[in-house]
Antibody
Framework: EVQLVESGGGLVKPGGALRLACAAS????????MNWVRQTPGKGLEWVSS????????YYADSVKGRFTISRDNAKNSLYLQMNSLRVEDTAVYFC????????????WGQGTLVTVSS | DIQMTQSPSSLSASVGDRVTITCRTG??????LNWYQQKPGKAPKLLIY???NLEGGVPSRFSGSGSGTDFSLTISSLQPEDFATYYC?????????FGHGTKVEIK
């Protein structure tokens, strides 16, 4: 059974940093692209970042480019999102999601972790 | 960025009803359109990918159609477990964008 479990969310002040992690199991992690998608009540679902199976291709939404860094450790079956210079508007539930064979399609999602940026 | 416009934003329907949700994109995306279902407090679930391909385990009452800029998701006979919010999403080019959702409620 495919499982994705996020961790690392919490309350942080504007300008602060957090590192999210996603532990994967039930599939060959090193064969799949992985993604971060966030959700807010106001803006809905927003793709954040993607990384291919080998870390050779990485993409970011303009809203996080230069502040967030996606990475993966295939030996540990883990995906990460380092979030720096956090803004109030980064407040959201962050999901990790597995990429289906087609880029930009997400076939399994974690349960999400809440990031709150507030003073 | 490709704009995604879903309609309606919400609808009320009864068990057994046929329900159709539409999604219009700001530019042609060929057939690179996906549909997700989300229930409160849960992650989205992939229902249909590339317009009309049913994800494994998804009931056949769900179907998708369209091409170019106009797409639709149809539930042929609404079941109690189908009351949820549905999102379209384009997988044509990054940034991969989502519609704002259609909430299907019980009449």
């Amino acid at each position: 059974e495919v499982q994705l479990v996020e961790s690392g969310g919490g309350l942080v002040k504007p300008g602060g940093a957090l590192r999210l992690a996603c532990a994967a199991s039930g599939f060959t992690f090193s064969s799949y692209a992985m993604n971060w998608v966030r959700q807010t009540p106001g803006k809905g679902l927003e793709w954040v970042s993607s990384i291919n199976f080998s870390s050779g291709f990485i993409y970011y939404a303009d809203s996080v480019k230069g502040r967030f860094t996606i990475s993966r450790d295939n030996a540990k079956n883990s995906l990460y999102l380092q979030m720096n210079s956090l803004r109030v508007e980064d407040t959201a539930v962050y999901f990790c999601a597995r990429g289906k064979t087609a880029a930009g399609t997400y076939d399994y999602w974690g349960q999400g972790t809440l990031v709150t940026v507030s003073s | 960025d490709i704009q995604m416009t879903q309609s309606p934003s919400s609808l009320s329907a009864s068990v057994g009803d046929r329900v159709t949700i539409t999604c219009r994109t700001g530019q042609s995306i060929s057939s690179y359109l996906n549909w997700y279902q989300q229930k409160p407090g849960k992650a989205p679930k992939l229902l249909i990918y590339t317009t009309s391909n049913l994800e494994g385990g998804v009931p056949s009452r769900f179907s998708g159609s369209g091409s170019g800029t106009d797409f639709s998701l149809t539930i042929s006979s609404l079941q109690p477990e189908d009351f949820a919010t549905y999102y379209c999403q384009q997988s044509y080019i990054p940034p991969w964008t989502f519609g704002h959702g259609t909430k299907v409620e019980i009449k």
